[in-house]
């Protein structure tokens, strides 16, 4: 992972990935006072109330911006579901208790939330790094046919664990949900193994197409 930026105010502590930032610009729109890219520092807390600063930051889709309360106000917690939400043409955006593990069993990172590449093309696997928009990939934000399952083992599970499997997908362990862009269509399991090549035609789903568009991680 990359070193955070710190932005520290009286009040509250914010700290910024740049290698996580995807530019949804949530933090822009929802307080501009305080996130203002045209400043030096872009980020200056004090600027607003800390539970201000606090509500947007948890807006940010991709983790990228996170806070520590300095004056005795509540820690982030995770939202009650897992939800991974797609979108048009874009990443994965996950929210919840999330664990993120490597092919070889190595936590790479705990956090609430976090956006996932699924257009094969990032240069920082798993996280989206916007180059969906240099591949023109495409996909619309509506899911495939329902491939989450239930798996009796992980019934007590609380936490995802997504398994950034070699070479092949994201490979889901505990509850979540799955939705549409728009809402209207959500699958629920907690085992499910979603398509990271960019290739499925079952998306976000994994058909093996991996295999056959030789995806390398």
């Not at 593990?101 to 790094?129: E, M, Y």
């Given at each position: 992972?990359?070193?955070?930026?710190?932005?520290?105010?009286?009040?509250?502590?914010?700290?910024?990935?740049?290698?996580?930032?995807?530019?949804?610009?949530?933090?822009?729109?929802?307080?501009?006072?305080?996130?203002?890219?045209?400043?030096?520092?872009?980020?200056?807390?004090?600027?607003?109330?800390?539970?201000?600063?606090?509500?947007?930051?948890?807006?940010?889709?991709?983790?990228?911006?996170?806070?520590?309360?300095?004056?005795?106000?509540?820690?982030?917690?995770?939202?009650?579901?897992?939800?991974?939400?797609?979108?048009?043409?874009?990443?994965?955006?996950?929210?919840?208790?999330i664990e993120?593990?490597?092919?070889?069993?190595?936590?790479?990172?705990?956090?609430?939330?976090?956006?996932?590449?699924?257009?094969g093309a990032?240069?920082?696997?798993?996280?989206?790094?916007?180059?969906h928009w240099?591949?023109?990939?495409?996909?619309?934000?509506?899911?495939?046919?329902?491939?989450?399952?239930?798996?009796?083992?992980?019934?007590?599970?609380?936490?995802?664990?997504?398994?950034?499997?070699?070479?092949?997908?994201?490979?889901?362990?505990?509850?979540?949900?799955?939705?549409?862009?728009?809402?209207?269509?959500?699958?629920?399991?907690?085992?499910?193994?979603?398509?990271?090549?960019?290739?499925?035609?079952?998306?976000?789903?994994?058909?093996?197409?991996?295999?056959?568009?030789?995806?390398?991680?």
């Amino acid at each position: 992972m990359t070193r955070s930026h710190k932005y520290r105010g009286q009040d509250i502590l914010v700290t910024w990935e740049s290698e996580r930032c995807i530019h949804v610009a949530e933090c822009l729109r929802g307080l501009p006072q305080v996130f203002d890219t045209g400043a030096r520092p872009w980020v200056q807390p004090d600027r607003a109330a800390a539970q201000a600063v606090a509500e947007v930051v948890e807006r940010c889709p991709s983790g990228a911006l996170h806070y520590e309360r300095r004056d005795g106000g509540p820690s982030e917690e995770p939202v009650a579901r897992n939800v991974i939400r797609l979108s048009s043409d874009g990443p994965l955006y996950v929210s919840g208790d999330i664990e993120i593990v490597t092919p070889q069993g190595t936590v790479l990172l705990n956090d609430t939330r976090v956006a996932l590449c699924r257009c094969g093309a990032s240069q920082n696997k798993p996280f989206c790094d916007n180059m969906h928009w240099e591949v023109g990939f495409e996909a619309a934000g509506a899911l495939g046919r329902d491939e989450a399952e239930e798996d009796p083992a992980l019934a007590s599970a609380s936490r995802l664990r997504i398994l950034t499997t070699e070479n092949g997908p994201l490979e889901l362990a505990g509850p979540f949900v799955i939705a549409s862009e728009d809402g209207e269509t959500a699958y629920a399991g907690n085992r499910a193994w979603l398509c990271r090549c960019g290739g499925s035609g079952n998306k976000p789903f994994c058909d093996e197409t991996h295999r056959k568009n030789d995806f390398r991680t």
